[in-house]
């Protein structure tokens, strides 16, 4: 059973416009939350991260927002750039950055981004 | 950023040979990582290493064994491949305390 849900599997938006991308998770016990970024034949990259006492974080032209209520996250970009095409994985964990650490991921959103 | 290199980027191989996934990172991280994944799907965490001498199986079940002799080095070997174990395959690490791994670039396997 998927406990990080990415329930888009493509998201096509035009330059310069806002990318929203969502997360659903269903493990209530997961407490940090992390976006990477992955091109074609590539790792994945991090981008950023948010913990679960906070509702939003934010890195320039990236921002997460987190909704522990509903379990749910959000990662917006703007503006978005042709560059920014990848696929978005989200990520979560539990029980901090203790021996127990896992990530679980989402099975991704890939977003173009068209010039 | 954390370094960390994997080798080969691409390999192909018939069914039968036995292969080994090259994995070292130059951080001094004490935890490892091997995640399978392909595409439109999650990663999947085959195996993990929390410092020398320490090996733990993943969420996925996994024909691949891996070691850790060193601090800096996870090799992840496959004795028989088989067209099933087509895939690519991501090494990560990470130092303890910290919640965000960094990722190697990635080998691409093709078994024919």
């Known amino acids: 059973d998927q406990q990080v849900k990415q329930n888009s599997p493509s998201l096509s938006v035009q330059e310069g416009r806002i990318s929203i991308l969502n997360c659903d998770y269903t493990n209530s016990m997961f407490d940090y939350f992390l976006w990477y970024k992955k091109y074609p034949a590539e790792g994945p990259t991090f981008l950023i991260s948010?913990?679960?006492?906070?509702d939003k974080n934010e890195d320039g032209r990236f921002t997460v927002f987190l909704n522990k209520s509903a379990k749910h996250l959000s990662l917006h970009i703007v503006p978005s750039q042709p560059g920014d095409s990848a696929v978005y994985f989200c990520a979560a964990s539990a029980q901090g950055g203790g021996s127990n650490y896992k990530l679980t991921f989402g099975k991704g959103t890939l977003l173009t981004v068209n010039p | 950023e954390a370094d960390i290199y994997q080798t080969p980027r691409y390999l192909v191989i018939g069914t039968g040979k036995k292969i080994t996934l090259e994995c070292s990172q130059t951080m001094g991280h004490d935890k490892m990582y091997w995640y399978q994944q392909d595409p439109g799907m999650e990663l999947h965490l085959i195996h993990y290493s929390y410092g020398v001498n320490s090996t733990e199986k993943g969420d996925l079940s996994s024909e691949s064994t891996v070691s850790r002799i060193r601090t800096e080095h996870f090799p992840l070997t496959l004795e028989s491949a088989r067209p099933s174990h087509t895939s690519q395959y991501l090494c990560?690490?990470?130092?303890?305390?910290?919640?965000?791994?960094?990722f190697g670039s990635g080998t691409q396997l093709s078994v024919l």
């Open positions: 948010i913990s679960s006492i906070k």
């Open positions: 990560a690490s990470r130092s303890q305390g910290v919640e965000k791994l960094f």
